[in-house]
């Protein structure tokens, strides 16, 4: 374990969080995770990330780094270990173009199937089915993204293995369906079966909990 001075600022249910959690497991990189309460937000989080005032937030020797896709790409290139990114230039920008795609269609869907119902929500779900659709293309005879281990892609589109269920059971729905993505449903098994990953889940009933209540905000009835 290399051992530096690496914080975390985190909130564990947050998918964003869990990249960074990820990448800095893989690398073997010692950190120290501190959790913040998203409804009542330090003050040093708030000095830290004053543009989106939002977790992740890593510092690594007192230098505050934002947004989870950034700080993964600082990972990999702060620490040469288990490299994360594709090493030729095409394979990068490949992954980058799906990673942005996962986020832009996949993940902004998926959050709105999650926090609406009828017809709203029925229409975020098939936008959501859509984006799964592409995805489960990219994967199809892949054991992972990065080929056969874990690598960049497979953090960024990750939380499909644990959130996606949690959020299907909260919002009363249905994205992954194991039948007609069975190429995807490989990878979340090869993805949770990886020690790493599986020994830093955080808890599912915990998780349950905090998005149930967030669902309850936005739609009270």
Same mark, same amino acid.
């Given at each position: 374990?290399?051992?530096?001075?690496? @914080?975390?600022?985190?909130?564990?249910?947050?998918?964003?969080?869990?990249?960074?959690?990820?990448?800095?497991?893989?690398?073997?990189?010692?950190?120290?995770?501190?959790?913040?309460?998203?409804?009542? @937000?330090?003050?040093?989080?708030?000095?830290? %990330?004053?543009?989106?005032?939002?977790? !992740?937030?890593?510092?690594?020797? %007192?230098?505050?780094?934002?947004?989870s896709?950034?700080?993964?790409?600082?990972?990999?290139?702060?620490?040469?270990?288990? !490299?994360?990114?594709?090493?030729?230039?095409y394979?990068?920008? &490949?992954?980058?173009?799906?990673? %942005?795609?996962?986020?832009? @269609?996949?993940?902004?869907?998926?959050?709105?199937?999650?926090?609406?119902?009828?017809?709203?929500?029925?229409?975020?779900?098939?936008?959501?089915?859509?984006?799964?659709?592409?995805?489960?293309?990219?994967?199809?005879? @892949?054991?992972?993204?990065?080929?056969?281990?874990i690598?960049?892609?497979?953090?960024?589109?990750?939380?499909?293995?644990?959130?996606i !269920?949690?959020?299907?059971?909260?919002?009363?729905?249905?994205?992954?369906? !194991?039948?007609?993505?069975?190429?995807?449903?490989?990878?979340?098994?090869?993805?949770?079966?990886?020690?790493?990953? %599986?020994?830093?889940?955080?808890?599912?009933?915990?998780?349950?909990?905090?998005? &149930?209540?967030?669902?309850?905000?936005?739609?009270?009835?």
């Amino acid at each position: 374990m290399i051992r530096e001075d690496v @914080k975390l600022f985190n909130f564990h249910a947050s998918p964003f969080g869990q990249r960074v959690i990820w990448a800095l497991k893989l690398k073997g990189v010692d950190y120290e995770c501190i959790e913040e309460d998203i409804f009542n @937000k330090s003050n040093l989080l708030l000095e830290l %990330n004053p543009v989106h005032k939002k977790v !992740p937030v890593l510092v690594h020797r %007192n230098k505050p780094i934002a947004e989870s896709l950034v700080i993964l790409e600082y990972i990999d290139e702060t620490w040469k270990q288990y !490299p994360l990114m594709p090493q030729n230039p095409y394979q990068r920008a &490949h992954a980058r173009f799906w990673a %942005n795609f996962a986020e832009q @269609k996949l993940l902004v869907a998926a959050r709105i199937a999650r926090l609406s119902s009828g017809e709203e929500q029925g229409k975020a779900v098939n936008e959501a089915r859509e984006a799964m659709e592409k995805i489960e293309e990219e994967i199809k005879g @892949k054991k992972f993204f990065g080929g056969d281990k874990i690598g960049y892609l497979d953090i960024v589109i990750g939380w499909i293995s644990y959130w996606i !269920p949690v959020w299907e059971e909260v919002g009363s729905m249905k994205i992954l369906d !194991p039948l007609k993505f069975p190429a995807i449903n490989a990878w979340i098994t090869n993805f949770l079966s990886h020690p790493t990953i %599986n020994d830093t889940l955080p808890q599912r009933d915990k998780m349950v909990v905090y998005y &149930h209540s967030r669902r309850k905000e936005v739609s009270p009835s």
